[in-house]
């Protein structure tokens, strides 16, 4: 059972900063992508030749709920168009993939738990009525497929079993048949268990494996808390086992790991892919949902608060495949990339490049994320995500102000049929936390709200902390953001057409080539905090929402051996080169080129 459920996108309205964050994503790429770029354009899902396999489907599962949040009735039914495609396609046996039955030995069934999935997505965006028994016939296909040995899992699906179990609970609810457990049960057999990788985790390699697959590994996360109930096991909290693996050997300051994209050890010159940053993001909402354990939630902060932003252009029409917490240079390398299995422009913001799953799969973040900024239980409103929002549910009207996490001020102004409990969640690092100006203790604070209209104020500081990096570095964070010294860029531009498809501007591809010192070292621990407040992008870099003041020092850094655009993963010295300066770090949201792993360097 979850601790905490999730409400629709009918219920939650974004506001503010977020609100405007989603509607710079559906007037840049995620809300035009069906217009140029030919996997979803000319989809096989919707009669067409291209891609039909996860393209289409990972689209929508951001495209759909995108286009709720922001009522946006073309959005609606561009998104309802693909939905009546893909359902009328749908055979009477249940198979609903673009590939012909007698073909189906090898088809790779990860868009069969894929389509599910986002079929659920659309219905408790929509509600329409003639979901539950398309997923509930596509279901008992697969069921019957896999049950008589016509078809096994393998490769992705088999390192994905767990993503069907989204459809497997919401059909179980409806129709409680005894199958859907037996469905389960297979998929549980056949799945890999990740728990056997373990080994594999600490020594990463660089070889492509799925075993060591990052974007396998982010989705994974949420396996357990998925599939635990159904399959009547008990939830052990495997996930913060595995996480705490895969930290200690390939972890990144953004709570993500290394995977360019298989793990790539500690190192903040490794690149980690976008879908994995989307993925663990929703792997973390579904962990807390779930377990109702803080630590999910603060995890989920700070990969959106920070890694999210950071590999997208501030219009988003352009995304890197893969982001370096280090990042002095995003130029095309010339011979070997500094990235274990990744092509050579893998690092670019562009349309699609290294491959084009990114392109389909980001836009499921911000969505997702803003549905996640209240849950509920029982009589019970969690405020889970301190995101300006609204939420219109069951009697009750609650508009949440707040610039968090640029400000540590949330303004909480509640209408209400009935009474409920509310509580807000506020992060652990918060400090001398008030709430209508008065000093409390807790994290979880509650309250006994009365039918009728009231006030709450939250306010907290957070303090600025110098976190131990390996090899010897240091990264600035406050309260859940992250802190980098921006590098000064010119950019290239790149239009061409390759395997007919157009990279044109806005949509094109973009080198970044420093033009400013980034070879840098913290000679004091000393900082201070300066808030400007949101603009209208709000992980800017020429206005950013917050700076902290720190003095650096050039140190003699020197570039990884055989490579000019990429600063050597340790410094060569850390002994000072030039006088004490004070600079101004910028979150790394913002930062698109950046330093953020620095020596502190002795007095
Ligand atoms: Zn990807």
Known sequence: MNKWDFYTAKEIKPKGWLKRQLEIQAEGLSGNLDKIWPDIRDSAWIGGDKEGWERVPYWLDGFIPLAYLLENEDMVSRAKKYIDAIVSSQKDSGWICPCDEDKIKTYDTWAVQLISKVLVVYYECSGDERIPLVVYD???????????????????????????????????????????????????????????????????????????????????????????????????????????????????????????????????????????????????????????????????????????????????????YVQMSNQISCQKFHGNPIFGTNATEAHLFGLEPNYGCCTANFNQGWPKFALSAFMHNDNTIINSMMIPSELHADGVHIILETEYPFKNRAKYKIASDKDFTFIVRVPSFAENVKINGNTCEGSDLRFDVKSGESEILVEFETVPYFEKRPHGLNAVKCGTLIFSLPIQYTTKMHEYVRDCVIHKYPYCDYELIPQ????????????????????????????????????????????????????????????????????????????????TELPLLKK
């Open 138 to 320: 596509i279901l008992k296909n697969y069921y019957e497929l896999l049950k008589n040995g016509s078809i096994e899992l393998f490769s992705w699906g088999k390192f994905r079993w767990f993503e069907t179990f989204i459809a497997i609970q919401f059909t179980y609810k409806r129709y409680k048949e005894d199958w859907l457990k037996e469905l389960a049960k297979i998929l549980r057999e056949q799945g890999a268990d990740y728990n056997d990788f373990v080994e594999m985790w600490k020594r990463p390699v660089n070889h492509w494996k799925l075993e060591t697959h990052i974007v396998n590994i982010a989705m994974m996360l949420k396996s357990e808390a998925v599939s635990c109930d159904i399959l009547d096991k008990p939830y052990t909290d495997n996930a913060d086992y595995l996480r705490s693996v895969l930290d200690q050997y390939n972890g990144t300051v953004y709570e993500s790991f290394t995977g360019d994209e298989c793990l790539s050890g500690l190192s903040a010159i490794q690149g980690t892919e976008l879908c994995a940053i989307v993925e663990q993001m929703y792997s973390y909402e579904l962990l807390y949902a779930y377990t109702g354990d803080r630590k999910w939630a603060e995890r989920l902060e700070v990969l959106a608060f920070n890694a999210l932003p950071a590999t997208l252009s501030e219009d988003m029409w352009t995304h890197q």
């Open 516 to 595: 400013s010192a980034w070879n840098y070292g913290f000679s004091s621990e000393d900082v201070s905090v300066i808030t400007n407040g949101v603009s209208d992008i709000p992980f800017s870099a020429n206005n950013p929402p917050v700076v902290i003041k720190a003095k650096l020092q050039q140190i003699d850094w020197g570039y990884e051996e055989r490579y000019d655009t990429v600063c050597a993963k340790i410094p060569i010295s850390t002994e000072p080169i030039s006088d004490e300066k004070q600079m101004e770090l910028i979150p790394y949201g913002c930062a698109k080129l950046r330093i």
